[in-house]
């Protein structure tokens, strides 16, 4: 079968919005077993304490939490005949998903939205908007 995409990052972070995003993303790997999936976790040490010298110890409690999210990522993806890989990054998750969609030129990168409102999209920002905003492929944000 035709697909425009043979490479597809899918941002996975455990929550029913990343699960929606994964779903989304096995479904367009089934048109085309040739379809490369590449599942992305990115810890972003500045919410793990980075800043105050703790940031290994709470990285060791965060291993288990990791190890059960990308699982349960591959259990949804088992299926598939397709390549995939499992990845986890370390830094701001925004910023990792687009160095490492161009890195691996995927043709698509598929996200969860948090679902914000503007004005608290405009204050806090989110992961999802700043891909959309930098991406250099075509981003499917699942909401």
């Known amino acids: 079968m035709f697909s425009f995409y043979s490479r ?22 089934k048109q085309d077993d040739r379809i490369e ?51 986890v990054l370390n830094g701001n998750p925004a910023e990792m998903i687009i160095e490492y969609s161009k890195k691996k030129d995927v043709d698509l990168i598929v996200i969860g939205s948090r679902g914000l409102s503007t004005i608290k999209e405009i204050v806090l920002g989110s992961v999802s908007h700043n891909v959309v905003q930098h991406a250099h492929c075509p981003v499917l944000v699942a909401k």
Request: hydrophobic residues 40%; glycine residues 6%; neutral net charge.
């Open 8 to 29: 597809i990052v899918v941002a996975y972070d455990g929550s029913s919005l990343g699960k929606k995003a994964l779903e989304m993303a096995k479904a367009l790997a």
């Open 37 to 87: 999936v590449n599942v992305l976790y990115v810890l972003n040490p500045k919410y793990l304490g980075s800043e105050f010298g703790v940031y290994e110890m709470l990285l060791e409690n965060q291993k288990e939490k990791i190890k059960k999210t990308l699982d349960d990522a591959k259990s949804v993806m088992e299926e598939l005949k397709n390549p995939k890989d499992y990845v």
